[in-house]
C-alpha cells in the first residue's frame, strides 16, 4: 500500500487531499474520542477521509468514503473480538486474518480494504466465534 500524503488526489471525485486536525472533523468529541492533537487526510470536495496512526501524520490506510469507513469500523469490531477476548493475542489474530484472506502480514490492515475484503473478516470472525462457542 502506497503512503498516502498531503496533495494527494482522491480517488472518489478527483478533489485534493489534505491533512487537517481530527478536531476539524469531530469537533466537541475530538477529546472524548480520544483524538485531540491526532490527524486526518480528507478530501476537501467529498469528504472522503482517514485517520492516522496515533501520534502521527502516517494514514490508517487509504481515503475512504461514509459507507467504505462504516463497514471498516463494522470488520474492526468483529475483529477485535478475536484478540480482546484474550481468545489470542492481536498479533495472533492478525497472522491468523492474513492467512485466512491469502496475503502477507504486512498487507493486512482493515484501513486499507475495500468492501468485499470487509465483508469476508465480517463473515471470517464470525465463523471464528461460532465454532468457538461450539
Known amino acids: 500500500m502506497r503512503h498516502l500524503k498531503e496533495n494527494d488526489i482522491c480517488r472518489y471525485c478527483g478533489g485534493v487531499i489534505k491533512l487537517i486536525p481530527a478536531s476539524a472533523v469531530y469537533g466537541e468529541s475530538t477529546r472524548r474520542l480520544g483524538m ?9 470536495n467529498c ?17 475512504a468514503n461514509e459507507v467504505l469507513r462504516l463497514k471498516r469500523m463494522e470488520a474492526h469490531r468483529r475483529f ?3 484478540w480482546k477476548s484474550g481468545r489470542m493475542s ?26 468485499g475484503q470487509c465483508q469476508r473478516v465480517i463473515e471470517l470472525c464470525e ?7 461450539a
Open 80 to 82: 477485535d473480538v478475536l
Open 36 to 44: 485531540e492533537g491526532e490527524f486526518v487526510y480528507q478530501c476537501q
Open 47 to 63: 469528504n472522503a477521509r482517514v485517520g492516522c496512526h496515533k501520534g502521527t501524520t502516517r494514514a490508517l490506510g487509504n481515503v
Open 127 to 133: 465463523k471464528w466465534n461460532n465454532e468457538e462457542a
Open 90 to 115: 492481536r498479533t495472533g489474530a492478525y497472522r491468523w486474518l492474513a492467512g485466512e484472506l491469502h496475503l502477507s502480514e504486512g498487507r493486512t490492515h482493515i484501513g486499507g480494504f475495500e468492501m
